[in-house]
Every structure is written in C-alpha cells, then in structure tokens.
C-alpha cells in the first residue's frame, strides 16, 4: 500500500516534471549536440517581444482598474444595503463560465461593429477581459467584503460622524487590501495569457506573440514557454502568499 | 433632496455592473441567439440550427475530448489529493502552490511545451527514436484527441486538486475509525461511507472538469492549427472567414455551446444542493 | 472476576513516553471511568483497547484469550468518539444499521434490532433523520445505539460528552449509565472531567504521565487519594507547609493540629497537609478551646444549600471552607473566626508526593 503510494505520486510528478524539463532543455538545443543560449539571445533581440510583453501588461493592468472600479462599488452596496441581490450576483458572476471566450468574442463581434475609435485599438480587449475575469474578482471580493461586515463597520464609522468618502477610503478601502490585492495578481495572470479574444480579433498581445513565434522558431517558443510558466508561477505566488486560501481557476485553456 | 438621493445612489453604486453586464455579457449572447434564428433578410429560420447535425463531429469530439479529460482529470486528481492530504505539511503547501501555477498554466504556452517534449520533434519523441522507439510510427500523435487529452491532463489533474482537497479533508478521521471499529474493512469502508460522502463533490468537479475542457480553445487551436474539428475551433473559424459559413451558422454553434456549458452549470448546482443536504451547511 | 485485563502496556512516539507499563483489569459489566488531565495518555489507553493503535510491548486479554495482535475490525468493540462520527450520507436509522449490514445479518433482523437500539436511546421518532438535521445530544444518542447494537464486547466512550452544552451533558451522563446497566456491557469511559467520573462509574482510575496513580471506588478515590496528583487533581482542597511534631500532630505556621495520619512518620518530617472545605469547622475567634488556625473571612461565594468562605489566616496564606448555608450565615465577612478539623481529616503527603501513611 505504502509502496503504491509512492509508485503513483511518483509517476504523477513525473508527467508534471518531464515537459518542463524536456522544455528546458529544448530552449537550449541548437541543432544536432550543440546546446546553448542562442534561442534566448535571440528572442530578446526581437522588438515584438517586448512590445507585446508590454501591451499585455498594459490590458492586464487596465483590466485590474476596470473590474474594481464597476465591481467594487456594487458589492460594497450589496453588502452594506440589498443583501438580497446576492442571488442576483452569483448568477450574473457565473455567466461567463456559461458563455466561454470563443462564444463571447462571435456575439461581441456581431454585435459591435464600432466605433472605430474603439474596436481598432486593443484596449477594446479591456471589455471582454473583465467579462472573463469577473468570477474570480467578483468572488475575492465578496469574500472579502463579507468577512469585513460591513454594516457594523459602516455603522461604527457613521456613529463617529465619519461622512461616506471617509468611510469608504478610511475604512473599507484600507481593510480591503489582501482581497484587492490577490484579485488583483489573479487578473494580470488571466489577462498576461489571454489568447481567444486578442487572435481573433487580431491584436497582437503576448500570447499571441508566442502562437506567432511557435509556428516558425521553436526553439525561441520553447524559451518564452518557460518565460511564461515563470509569469505564472510569480502572479501565483502572490496570490497564495497573499493569505488567499486557494488560487482560483482562470487562465485561457 | 433626500428621496433623490435614495434613488441615485443604487443606481450609481450598481449601475455600472448591470450596465457592463447587460451590453457585454447578455445581449452579445442575445444577439446570436436572435441571429442563429434568421437568415439573410430577417426572417425566422431553423436553417442554421438544423445545420448544426452537419456540424456534429465537432461536438462528438469536444464531448469525447472534454470527457475523457475530465474523467481523466478526476480520477488522478482525486487520488493525489487522497494520497497527498495526509502528508506532511511542506509537501502539502507544494502540490498546493504547483497546482495553482498549473491549472493556470495554460494554453498557447502548455501547447508548446509538449510540442517541445512528445512533439514529432519533440526532445522524447526524439530520445526514443535513438533508443529505436518511433512513438509516432507506433501510432501516437499528439495533435489528435489522444495528445490533447495527454496536454489537457496538466491543466485538468491540478483543477480537480484544488476543486476537490477541501472535500477530502472533510473525511473525518472518526468516520473511518467508527466504520472499522464495526467491524467493515477498508473496501467497505470506501464503498458505504468515504465515497457516497465524496460522490456529489466528485460529480460537480467532473462537470466542472468537462467545461473547462469543452471551452478550451488557445490550447488545441496551438497544437493542432485549427485542423482538428472541435465547437470552438469551428466557431473561430467561421469568424476568421476560414470556412465558407455564413456567420449564422457560427452563431447556432456558439448557441449549441451555451446550452452544453448551461447543462454543465446545471449538473454543477444540483450537485452541491445534495451536499448542502448532508453538511446543513 | 477479569473480564479484560491489561498487561505492561506502554507506548511512545518518538521519544515522548505516552503510556508506561499500565495494569489494569475491568469486570463484567464494570463501568470503568479513565480520569485525567489531557496528555496523560488515556485516550491512547482506550484507542489502543479498541485496537486504533497498537503498543510497544504488553499485552490485552479479553476473556483469558489474548486480542493484542486483533485488528480493530475483528474486536468487535463499540465506540463512541467525541462528536461528528455518524456517516453524514446515512439516516440515523442507517447509522444503527451500518454494523449490523457488515455482519451480514438478515435485513429484518437488521431493521428491528436497529428499532429497538434508537428506541432504547429515546430516538424512536428521528430514525429517519440525517446527522445534520440532528442536535448534538441526540448525535451522540445515535452513536451510542450504534456502538450497542453490534453487542460489542466493550463498550468505549472517548469523552463523548464533551462537545455539549452543560444541562444536556448531565442528563446524557446519567441517561448512558442507565442504559449501560441494561445492556449489562462492560465500559470504559474516558473524561477529564472528575464531576463525571466519579458520578456515574464503578471504579475510577486516575491517570498522570502515562500511569495509572490509582485507581478505585470513587469514594476511595476522593476520600484517600494515594499521592499528591490524585489529591490535587479530584476535588479542591487548602495545601499547607507542615512539620511532623509528635506521633499525631503536625505543626503548621505557629500551631500544632491534629494529624491521624502523622502516626509513624519521624519527628521533624517536612510533609505537605491537604484539607478538604467541608472538612474545616468554624468557631467565633475565641469561643472554641484548644488549638486552632486563627483568621477572619474575606469573602464568601453562595452555591445554594451549600457556602464557600475563603479565610485570610492570620500567620498568612488562606483557607478555603465549605459550610451549610444555614451554617455560613453566623460568618458574614471580616468576622474573626478560629478553624479547626478532625485528627483524620487532613492528608498528608511525603516531599516526594507519596501518602504519608504508605511509607511505613
């Protein structure tokens, strides 16, 4: 049994282990037995990749301010006022599991063909961004505020004769930090990844740089492979050091 | 002033949440639901959504696929959490904190990176090969429903282990030492208390599993082109003009997606409904 | 007269010493109660009885046949925990079952046996509840009826008692001691809490450090505590410095008291004196004769038919009496009062903890 145990674990770490491994060590291979940087030096050199490296942090960092602008103030009104919206909210935050991606960008592009302003600039991608990361920031911070009560903080506050901007930046804002925080690093990671939205609608964000460069450099894609699971892994860590319990489920598949 | 204020405020806290919803969530996801239903000039049609038989190897294989993932998906998931929740702490935190990387870990990337590994030039494929092993003479192939099902794995196995540890360290320990003391065995002790306990946490994992396959589209649109016919890649083509489809026809595909993904979410509640029902929670 | 016997049992994980060389024997249908502080090892005791754990060395006989090497599903022993150990996808009716299914008996025997063990519980209207929908008092009914329905060799209960509220605490106490006596199965019982031991058990062994320190009635147990941890650790008493003047008498502070137990013990020991409250009798400050501890109340706490008063002594230090209250009324606060007890009364134990009287 014990032995068993092992065997299985063992052999489950290893289909984790070997294509990070053979990934590595593919990002080396320069033909026949020679290994070396080269794949990496060269992919730094390319102008795309730091563009795109940008434009996808620049969404992702647009996307965070997005969702907590729309999201916060309506959960905050939520819980301090109309608990009875609750309902109403975890069905509208389980929406875009029922409406994937794929589903999401035929009827954005049926249905929006303009502005032009709008639709031509990839900060267009912002929209469907928050649609699919709104889950996962509407659930931190529900939790979030939840475990703050915000009735009694509010009434606490209001007794004080604190007026509701002092409430809401002195008080829920402050003690709101780690919610904010890991949904925060839980949407760059969704948004640094995110491919359906950006290939089809054609905007060249960082995975869709490294689809690009897979199709004719592999050993260069083998790099930015290992380059991306590191992303990752960092935006995970701060979400798991971030007291959060468990990291949610996002990501492009 | 004051009933002004009564009515303003909701509207200023929530509005903008209903607002964004109602443009970019309900009425993109109404707007193929009226189209799959009209043809050209407007008028009501089954058309598109009869051509959706046509259209039936696609789901075949997103059912396949996402199926066998997730069953996949669930049963080593679930025994690596059984096996590992007993452990020592650090390995606990590790296969926590690796499973919140892997689960995230994919698409374009994850494609690649077994593209690079058991790929037809793949570094194993390739290590084999010099052994004298040529897996895809043998009939592998990475870039058919097998190989997906091999990628999907990686994001699959680390979901179902957050998703379902907390479940498993729900198993009290009393639970297993009452039925032994009464005298069952380990086998019947699996059999009539610690799965019947898991099974509707088991159940709303698979099909949360198989949604997450179904709607997987950077993944096998990486490793495969496009060429391999599932709903979302065949959505995507009729969007990139790839095929010759009129745009209804995509629509009624995304729809055939929705209602699939709404029956996933529906298996998803009634599951922790029967949950609620034990726990009293 | 033996009905399980333990034999040399110890255990240690690690290098901690859990259980060290424990005798002990348990009649039939004896109501046997395991007391001790947490840590003392008596919850290994029972999990190692009911074959959860197994021990380092000694040996388990029940009925004369030795069940060491038996595993905890072939004992046959019934277990009770400390809550949540009903099968939450099972009603309690099916919980009852559940040992009854393995043993493979036929389903109607199964069913009525099951009826008469939730009835014999005074469950007979929930059988078809789940463990959710039940209170904790009658979640634990449901475990004991389970644990008695297999007609169990032994009966164990590890604290099951406390996880509940403090009034349903002392009716289930008494109501398990009924049912005990009925089905006429041997028991032992595991508490921290001496209140519930000593009401409702046989014998009571109380447990330090991995051994037993003794074990007896429970008025043997309370009345003449063999070491310093037993008089301690069961009831409240007043400890005091005292010095062995005569072959009956020990001086404490300035006062020499009588002390039954002194006989024997070498003039000028250094011995501890424990005395009970209620063994302390109070007179008005110089109205009694002879030799007493003189002081005056300080405070007084009301249980009902019963007063504690709290003495400051007048060479220092405090003494705690219980009184009837009809008693204690004569000695509101900062009366000056003289105390005294009976030469049997106070316990005197040795600097190393032993009784004074089993040295000799």
Redesign the interface.
Same mark, same amino acid.
């Given at each position: 049994m014990k032995f068993g145990r092992k065997i299985f674990l063992g052999l489950v770490g290893l289909y984790f282990a070997i294509p990070l491994v053979a990934t590595g060590v593919f990002s080396l291979w320069q033909g026949s037995n020679r290994y070396g940087f080269d794949g990496y030096t060269a992919l730094f050199n390319q102008d795309e990749l730091w563009t795109s490296l940008a434009l996808s942090f620049e969404l992702a960092v647009e996307t965070v301010l997005a969702s907590l602008v729309i999201l916060v103030p309506a959960i905050f009104w939520m819980h301090l006022r109309l608990p009875r919206l609750k309902a109403v909210f975890d069905v509208i935050s389980a929406l875009p599991f029922v409406i994937p991606p794929i589903v999401l960008v035929a009827g954005m592009s049926a249905l929006y063909t303009g502005p032009e302003w709008l639709v031509s600039t990839p900060h267009y991608l912002v929209i469907p961004y928050v649609v699919m990361t709104l889950p996962y920031t509407y659930r931190t911070l529900d939790v979030g505020l939840g475990a703050l009560d915000i009735r009694t903080l509010s009434e606490a506050a209001q007794s004080l004769g604190a007026g509701w901007g002092t409430l809401v930046f002195r008080v829920v804002l402050p003690n709101l930090t780690t919610a904010l925080v890991g949904a925060a690093l839980l949407t760059v990671a969704i948004a640094m990844g995110e491919f359906t939205f950006a290939n089809i609608l054609l905007f060249k964000t960082f995975a869709v740089f490294i689809a690009f460069i897979g199709q004719s450099y592999p050993t260069e894609a083998a790099a930015l492979t290992l380059l991306s699971f590191l992303i990752t892994w960092a935006a995970m860590m701060g979400v798991l050091l971030g007291g959060r319990e468990r990291a949610e489920i996002g990501g492009t598949r | 002033m004051r009933r002004w204020r009564r009515r303003a405020l909701p509207v200023i806290f929530i509005g903008p949440l209903i607002l964004f919803v109602l443009s970019f969530l309900i009425l993109p996801a109404g707007q193929l639901l009226l189209s799959a239903f009209r043809d050209e000039s407007g008028n009501f049609t089954l058309t598109y959504l009869e051509g959706l038989a046509d259209s039936s190897a696609a789901f075949e294989n997103s059912i396949l696929l996402s199926g066998a993932s997730a069953l996949l998906g669930t049963v080593v998931g679930g025994i690596t959490a059984y096996l590992v929740c007993g452990r020592e702490n650090s390995a606990r935190s590790f296969v926590r904190a690796f499973s919140a990387v892997a689960a995230n870990f994919a698409g374009v990337p994850l494609a690649f990176a077994f593209v690079a590994t058991v790929g037809s030039l793949g570094m194993i494929t390739l290590w084999f090969k010099q052994a004298g092993l040529d897996i895809y003479r043998l009939g592998f192939s990475l870039y058919g429903l097998p190989g997906l099902v091999l990628v999907y794995a990686y994001f699959q196995i680390p979901l179902m282990l957050i998703v379902i540890t907390p479940a498993v360290e729900g198993l009290?320990k009393?639970?297993r030492?009452?039925?032994?003391?009464?005298?069952?065995?380990p086998l019947?002790y699996w059999r009539?208390?610690g799965l019947?306990?898991l099974m509707p946490s088991l159940a709303s994992a698979f099909v949360l599993l198989f949604g997450n396959a179904f709607s997987a589209y950077a993944t096998p649109y990486a490793l495969t082109s496009g060429a391999l016919s599932l709903v979302p890649i065949e959505i995507s083509n009729v969007l990139s003009g790839n095929v010759m489809l009129a745009p209804q026809a995509g629509a009624a595909l995304a729809l055939g997606m929705i209602v699939v993904m709404g029956l996933v979410m529906l298996f998803h509640q009634l599951a922790s409904r029967r949950l609620k029902?034990?726990?009293?929670r | 007269m033996s009905y399980l016997a333990i034999e040399g049992l110890s255990k240690h994980y690690g290098n901690r010493n859990i259980l060290s060389n424990v005798s002990l024997s348990i009649g039939h249908g004896e109501f046997l109660s395991l007391l001790g502080p947490s840590g003392c090892g008596k919850t290994t005791l029972l999990r190692i009885i !009911?074959?959860?754990e197994s021990p380092d060395t000694g040996r388990l006989l029940l009925d004369g046949r030795e069940i060491t090497p038996v595993?905890?599903?072939?004992?046959?022993?019934?277990?009770v925990?400390?809550?949540?150990?009903?099968?939450?996808?099972m009603t309690a009716l099916d919980n009852v079952r559940?040992?009854l299914?393995?043993?493979k008996l036929a389903a109607k025997e199964q069913l009525s046996r099951a009826r008469d063990m939730l009835a014999l519980v005074g469950l007979a209207d929930h059988m078809q509840k789940?463990p959710?929908?039940l209170s904790g008092g009658q979640q634990q009914r449901v475990?004991l009826a389970? !644990?008695l329905a297999?007609r169990p060799a032994l009966l164990l209960l590890d604290e099951p008692l406390s996880a509940l509220d403090a009034k349903v605490r002392v009716q289930l106490r008494d109501e398990i001691r009924n049912i005990q006596r009925e089905a006429g199965v041997a028991t032992i019982f595991v508490t921290h809490d001496q209140e519930e031991a000593l009401s409702i058990s046989d014998r009571v062994a109380v447990m330090h450090d991995g051994s037993v320190a003794q074990i007896g009635s429970p008025a043997e147990i309370y009345g003449t505590p063999r070491d310093i941890f037993v008089a301690r650790f069961i009831g409240i008493s007043t400890e005091f410095d005292g010095v062995v003047t005569e072959s009956n008498t020990v001086r404490v502070g300035g006062v020499t008291l009588p002390a039954s137990q002194a006989d024997g013990l070498p003039k000028g020991a250094g011995v501890r004196v424990l005395i009970r409250p209620e063994n302390v009798h109070l007179n008005h400050a110089g109205s009694g004769s002879g030799p007493a501890l003189a002081g005056h109340v300080i405070s007084e706490t009301f249980f009902g038919a019963t007063t504690q008063i709290r003495i400051e002594l007048a060479e220092g230090g405090s003494l705690i009496a219980t009184l009837p209250t009809i008693e204690a009324a004569k000695f509101p606060p900062a009366t000056p009062i003289c105390a005294i007890w009976a030469p049997e009364a106070p316990h005197l134990f040795l600097k190393d903890g032993r009784q004074a009287t089993s040295v000799t």
């Open positions: - | 009290r009393e639970w030492e009452a039925a032994e003391g009464l005298g069952a065995t019947q009539m208390v019947p306990i029902r034990w726990t009293g | !009911a074959g959860f595993s905890a599903a072939q004992r046959g022993m019934g277990m925990f400390q809550a949540y150990s009903l099968f939450p996808n559940f040992g299914r393995i043993r789940y959710s929908q475990a389970r !644990a297999i």
